[in-house]
C-alpha cells in the first residue's frame, strides 16, 4: 500500500518560511495532479496549491505570491511557505491524484506564531 510522507512542518514566527516535503513510498503510476490541502481548526479542509505533472500550478487566494508548489521527477512535492502569517497556522496535507484513487499525507503541523 502507498504511503505519503510529510516533513517540514514547525513553529516559525510572522514573516518566517518554510518547505514543506511530501515523498510517495513506491511509485504512483496515473498521477495527473499533486496538491497541499491545509485544515484549521474546526474549519474544513481548504486546497491551499495544486500543480499538474504538465506543471501548471494552482493557489488559492490568500497564499498567491506567498507560497510556491513544485514537484520533481520521482513526484515528490513541495511547499515553500514565505512570509507566513499567524492564519497559515493548520494541518497541511499532501494529496497525489490518479484515477480513480487520491492518496494523501498523514499531515504535518504548521504554527505560526510571534
Known amino acids: 500500500q502507498v504511503q505519503l510522507v510529510e516533513s517540514g512542518g514547525g513553529l516559525v514566527q510572522p514573516g518566517g518560511s518554510l518547505r514543506l516535503s511530501c515523498s510517495a513510498s513506491?511509485?504512483?503510476?496515473?498521477?495527473?495532479?499533486l496538491a497541499w490541502y491545509r485544515q484549521a481548526p474546526g474549519k474544513q479542509r481548504e486546497l491551499v496549491a495544486a500543480?499538474?505533472?504538465?506543471?501548471?500550478t494552482n493557489y488559492a487566494d490568500p497564499v498567491k505570491g506567498r507560497f510556491t508548489i513544485s514537484r520533481d521527477l520521482k513526484n515528490s512535492v513541495y511547499l515553500q511557505m514565505n512570509d507566513l502569517k499567524v492564519e497559515d497556522t493548520a494541518v497541511y496535507y499532501c494529496?497525489?491524484?490518479?484515477?480513480?484513487?487520491?492518496?494523501w499525507g498523514q499531515g504535518t503541523q504548521v504554527t505560526v506564531s510571534s
Open positions: 500543480i499538474t505533472v504538465g506543471g501548471s
Open positions: 513506491r511509485t504512483i503510476l496515473g498521477i495527473y495532479v
Open positions: 494529496k497525489i491524484a490518479t484515477r480513480p484513487y487520491d492518496y
